[in-house]
């Protein structure tokens, strides 16, 4: 059973910073790509960044910039490094990983908030 724990979440002012953690275990293999989501109250989950199996990382206009996201494949670790945090980003983020042909899972969320 493959697991997704997230970590990093919390309350921070703007101008701020915050590391999301999202580490993997479980019967997982072949990772075609790992990325990060988020979900503001009344708005769809939009892709803030994604990094696939070679290393290319791609990033939504709003976060450009200031995210980082990265990976430790020892680890089965994607990490999103938020800097330069603004009200905007606010929201709870989705970790999720694709592996296999098909298969894919998300994470448990955990909530960003970013005050004035």
């Known amino acids: 059973q493959v697991q997704l724990v997230e970590s990093g979440g919390g309350l921070v002012q703007a101008g701020g910073s915050l590391r999301l953690s999202c580490a993997a275990s479980g019967s997982i293999f072949n990772i075609r790509h790992m990325a990060w989501h988020r979900q503001a109250p009344g708005k769809q989950r939009e892709l803030v960044a994604s990094?696939?199996?070679?290393?290319?990382?791609n990033y939504s206009d709003s976060v450009k910039g200031r995210f980082t996201i990265s990976r430790d494949n020892a680890k089965n670790t994607v990490y999103l490094q938020m800097n330069s945090l603004k009200p905007e980003d606010t929201a709870t983020y989705y970790c999720?990983?694709?592996?296999?042909?098909?298969?894919?899972?998300w994470g448990q969320g955990t909530q960003v908030t970013v005050s004035s």
């Open positions: 999720y990983v694709g592996w296999g042909l098909v298969t894919s899972k």
């Open positions: 990094i696939n199996s070679g290393g290319t990382t």
